[in-house]
């Protein structure tokens, strides 16, 4: 037996990994440092398939990371200035133990115009610690680093194209909403969340500018907002207002690393989408006169410094055009010759660009006044992004273009049970009708969103049916509106007995549709129809047998053609069943009754319904028998 | 006394001496008697020769120094003596008024100051160190070269970077632009993907070798760990004003995994509880009464008459093989070879007719193989939306939010809102592969504490 005998673990996975500890002695760096070079430069940790080979024989669960990622980190000039920075520290350190101020004034000075050589310039990210006081660095000992992102790493290494960055925005939106609200504590630099806010509202205003906000859904968690930028759907969701508490198991330190990288990111796609649009950047109000009226009151309200980024933030006026805005013409999809089902899908495509376009001027034309009890910004965001015209009290925020004594107002937004001043020209509304309106894509009656009344569930539009799912019932009727049949409700204080006539035409049309989707799918009921028409037949035959034969005139009997091409659709499903193979026709039952079933739950759901609805109107009866 | 006498004479005798005190001269009439003492000695010289006169001299020296700046002897006529016309009243008052109307009270110097004044006409000593320079020899010899660097036209570094920046002040770019941090609120942005980067003018075989050139990124790094959204949009029972029975269905899911937890609690509780038993009434008697009882001994041959019987080990005494035997043996052993060979073959013609079978057992294991491969893969892909184990600790998921029907809020201002987003964020870039899940690290202490009693506390009890 010739050749050498093969060593253990010194092939394969067992060299493709590299554990964190390893890792990190390789690239000589801290814990912490290694943490973030690994989030900056979107390094993952990996699972290997076989672990006992790669921990060599060990079963101990560990980090591990590719070796190749980490020999990749290891040519990264920023890993250098890691080290440097490490050793300033460390420097800094001394000199403050050693009460050397003249030393700490050089350093510090040193490290702030850290100059990038001119071969090196743009090559490699420069470190610098502007802000970096005598507190910080007691606060944050050697945490604090302001390292500089290098863009252009940003934009052809983790980001190839602006589509991806577009498509990893999801998670920079959330984050930045989410630091924009913290409190200006020690939790993070205060900087941080300036900027974040500044972020935040830049896209806030870029969406506005687009009308590009499809679905908003209201959780006990925060405000989840959908929006279609560019193609591409983008998720984020937005805290309520003053509802912080700062949880203990989360890691600041690298929550605030991905803030940094995030900001990064979203910065230059705001940008760029401004581009887009030809707004300019950073973004500027429009209609400098307007805003000159209004500073008297502005002086309360903010610093001079940051009374302009308040105004932007009160999302109430439109932004400033590089080019000036020209009445946009309605970009018409082109029409191909198609057949089948391209010109379904064509036909479909159609129908959503017009849906989308009418969504997007779904408040055109209405002013809305906002009390000052209902969250203000992101009704002011929802409105204008449908076209609407917003307002609110001026001591209530910066911003406010009109009073509520304004004639012209149509919606008064209200969250509380009564208002003594009502005027007569204007809806009393709750905030929930904006954001169902928005979801349902249609302006939606008012009546059930009046002031004190029930509100009707407010559903969420990320979800979708499939076939047989349950759909609760305020779905059904809103799909019902939006097909544009008739409204059911027509006056919100209904009679009980009007109530109760439109719970059975409710129910009504559950059943019809159940009825119509098990014509759809269940063949047992083909065959009770076969059975029917074949015992007609037979009639027909033993009327043929009755002897006082009468020709009588033929009626021309209306040939329905729907009936007709459904039996001859349902014949040909018949025939293609008995035609089926074995096995075929096993997996086909199994389908069948796995539709069924979800058909039987879903009505199983809305009895149940039915029963709740009620007896909670038996409730209500009793109560006003009792009242 | 005779020195002092002759000195006396000499200080006396210098021409043109004027002493300023009159009694010079006169005390040459007191004269002691002279007293013998040995001389050869330095210390008598010192202490038995008289020098005062000496002294007195000079000491009057000094005086007409101090007083009039000079030796009388050696002023002028002029400056010691005038002529009195008689019209220095005029003079004076000629000189006066103006005086007094330009000097006010204040101009009055007070009287102390005037006693402070030095009343010497000889100047103060200078003190020298204080007009010295230090490292003048090397401050003149640095200069000295660097008048000579620049008759040369070399400017020092710190006049070339003056004039550096000038220059570039006065041509609009600023020389050193300072680096603003990432986290600026006032940064700015500009078009990232289509910035033209600068094309690389150095050579690449330089950049390489020097290490200044970029590894390129692998794209391997560009995909995501998981194929999870970013976002995972709560269940629509987590609205506000949920639909009942969404709402219904969200708290039956937190209710199931309240249960399960609940009972992997228990489990853990059971099998960890100790078996001890409780005494009861039976086993305490027990106890008082043992050894009291004789019981029946066990046997303990009967254990072992059974392993005897089980026991059926090959005996260990086999009796050797006749010849005749082993040759049958063989015979058999042929016999059963080729039979199988004989059957084979059989076999293999009778295949022939099996075709059908065989084709149809051959599609079925390809069936099989098939959906065994999509099962895989299926396993595969719902593996990928799986969060790893990446660490010491396993991702769990976290629990529900959830909002109990009575604890539902009306109407959007009275919301209170549930769980915690930053959590939920952390927790989400866990789930997707992104972080390793970790704790928070725990306090240890170096240390053990050390509990003493006060003095004071131990008194009182």
């Known amino acids: ?627 | 006394m005779a020195a002092a006498w002759r000195h006396k004479r000499v200080a006396a005798s210098q021409p043109g001496f004027l002493p300023l005190k009159s009694n010079l001269g006169g005390d040459s009439s007191n004269v002691k008697r002279r007293k013998r003492v040995n001389k050869n000695k330095k210390k008598s010289w010192n202490k038995f020769s008289d020098i005062q006169d000496v002294e007195e001299f000079l000491e009057d020296v000094r005086l007409q120094e101090r007083t009039t700046g000079g030796l009388i002897a050696e002023k002028t006529d002029d400056s010691l003596f005038f002529v009195d016309t008689g019209d220095k009243d005029e003079k004076d008052k000629d000189a006066q008024p103006e005086t007094t109307v330009k000097k006010g009270k204040h101009s009055k110097p007070l009287r102390i100051d005037l006693i402070l004044q030095p009343d010497s006409h000889i100047p103060a000593p200078k003190n020298v160190l204080a007009f010295q320079q230090p490292n003048a020899k090397k401050q003149r010899r640095t200069s000295d070269r660097a008048a000579k660097l620049a008759s040369m036209g070399i400017l020092p570094r710190r006049e070339k970077l003056l004039q550096l920046r000038r220059a570039a002040a006065a041509s609009g770019v600023s020389a050193k632009k300072r680096a603003v941090a990432n986290n600026n609120p006032d940064r700015t942005f500009y078009d990232l993907w289509t910035a033209e980067t600068a094309p690389e003018t150095a050579d690449p075989y330089y950049l390489e070798q020097t290490k200044k050139k970029l590894v390129k990124r692998p794209d391997r790094l560009n995909e995501k760990p998981s194929v999870l959204p970013a976002i995972e949009v709560i269940a629509p029972g987590g609205s506000y004003n949920p639909d009942f029975f969404s709402h219904q269905d969200l708290l039956r899911k937190a209710h199931e995994v309240e249960v399960k937890k609940i009972k992997a609690e228990e489990k853990l509780a059971r099998q960890l509880a100790v078996n001890e038993d409780v005494a009861t009434e039976e086993t305490t008697f027990k106890e008082q009464v043992e050894g009291l009882i004789e019981e029946e001994e066990i046997e303990p041959e009967e254990p072992e008459g059974d392993t005897e019987g089980t026991v059926t080990g090959p005996t260990a005494t086999q009796e050797k093989k006749t010849e005749k035997q082993r040759k049958k043996e063989k015979a058999k052993r042929i016999k059963e070879l080729q039979r199988k060979a004989e059957r084979q073959v059989i076999d293999k013609r009778q295949q022939l007719f099996q075709l059908r079978s065989i084709s149809a057992d051959l599609k079925k294991q390809e069936q099989r193989t098939k959906m065994r491969q999509a099962q895989r893969k299926a396993q595969q892909e719902a593996q990928k939306s799986m969060p790893r184990r990446l660490g010491k600790l396993k991702f769990q998921d976290p629990d529900l939010d959830v909002q109990l029907s009575n604890e539902l809020a009306g109407s959007l201002r009275s919301l209170k809102p549930e769980g915690s987003i930053l959590k939920d964020r952390f927790l989400s870039l866990q789930k997707r592969n992104i972080i390793e899940p970790r704790d928070r690290a725990k306090f240890k202490r170096k240390y053990k504490l050390k509990f003493s009693e006060k003095r004071a506390f131990r008194e009182i009890q």
């Open chain 1, 1 to 627: 037996m010739g050749g050498l005998q093969k060593k253990k673990y010194e092939s394969g996975s067992a060299t493709n990994y590299i554990s964190r500890n390893k890792a990190r002695k390789k690239l000589s760096l801290s814990l912490a440092d290694f943490r973030r070079l690994c989030i900056l430069k979107g390094i993952y940790p990996h699972e290997p398939k076989h672990k006992k080979k790669v921990n060599k024989g060990s079963t101990a669960p560990r980090t591990f990371y590719l070796l190749k990622d980490i020999r990749f980190l290891l040519h990264e000039p920023i890993v250098g200035k890691f080290r440097e920075y490490k050793i300033f520290v460390r420097k800094l350190r001394t000199a403050y133990g050693k009460a050397e101020w003249g030393a700490v004034g050089r350093l510090k000075r040193e490290q702030a115009f850290v100059q990038i050589g001119p071969h090196h310039q743009g090559e490699f990210t420069c470190f610098e610690s502007s802000g970096f006081s005598s507190r910080s660095f007691i606060l944050w000992g050697c945490h604090v680093m302001n390292e500089r992102l290098k863009p252009e790493n940003l934009s052809d290494k983790r980001y190839p194209t602006f589509i991806d960055a577009l498509r990893d925005v999801d998670d920079a939106l959330s984050m930045c909403f989410l630091f924009s609200t913290f409190a200006r504590t020690g939790k993070c630099h205060v900087q941080t969340i300036q900027l974040c806010r500044r972020l935040s509202v830049e896209w806030m205003n870029y969406i506005i500018a687009s009308r590009s906000l499809r679905k908003v859904f209201l959780s006990i968690k925060g405000m989840y907002y959908q929006a279609e930028v560019l193609g591409q759907t983008v998720t984020w969701i937005v805290p309520y207002q003053f509802a912080h508490d700062h949880p203990t198991d989360v890691d600041y330190r690298v929550m605030a690393t991905f803030t940094e990288l995030y900001t990064t990111l979203l910065g230059f796609v705001n940008f760029r989408l401004y581009q887009t649009l030809n707004l300019v950047y950073p973004p500027k109000l429009d209609g400098q006169g307007e805003l000159s009226l209004k500073s008297e009151c502005e002086e309360d309200y903010a610093l001079e410094s940051e009374s302009y980024s308040e105004k932007l933030s009160a999302l109430s006026a439109s932004l400033a055009r590089t080019v000036p805005s020209v009445e946009e013409e309605e970009a018409e999809l082109d029409h191909f010759p198609a057949e089948g089902e391209d010109l379904e899908k064509m036909e479909a495509r159609e129908k959503i660009e017009l849906e989308q376009n009418k969504q997007k001027k779904l408040f055109e034309g209405l002013k809305f006044f906002l009390n000052r009890e209902v969250p203000r910004e992101s009704l002011a965001f929802v409105i204008r992004c449908l076209g609407g015209q917003v307002s609110w009290d001026k001591s209530l925020c910066i911003g406010s273009t009109y009073d509520e004594t304004d004639e012209t107002i149509t919606h008064h937004i209200v969250d509380r049970p009564s208002i003594e001043k009502q005027y007569i020209n204007r809806y009393y509304i709750q905030p929930q009708w904006v954001y169902d309106c928005v979801n349902a894509k249609m302006l939606l009656p008012v009546e059930e969103y009046f002031l004190g009344v029930t509100l009707p569930p407010h559903l969420s539009p990320f979800v979708e049916e499939s076939e047989g799912d349950y759909v609760p019932p305020e779905k059904l009727k809103l799909m019902a509106l939006q097909r544009g049949e008739k409204p059911l409700f027509t006056e919100a204080a209904a009679e009980e007995e009007e109530e109760e006539e439109e719970g059975d035409e409710d129910e009504e049309e559950e059943e019809d549709e159940d009825d119509e989707d098990e014509d759809d799918q269940s063949e047992e009921e083909d065959e009770a129809e076969d059975e029917e028409n074949l015992a007609e037949m037979e009639a027909k035959r033993a009327q043929g047998k009755r002897l006082p034969v009468k020709v009588t005139p033929g009626k021309v009997k209306p040939e329905n053609r729907m009936r007709t091409e459904q039996e001859e659709k349902a014949e040909e499903k018949r025939l293609a069943i008995m035609m089926m193979k074995k096995r075929e026709k096993y997996l086909y039952d199994k389908i069948m009754f796995g539709k069924k079933r979800n058909v039987r739950e879903a009505n199983k759901l809305a009895a149940k319904r039915k029963a709740h609805d009620d007896a909670s109107k038996a409730d209500k009866k009793k109560k006003k028998k009792k009242c």
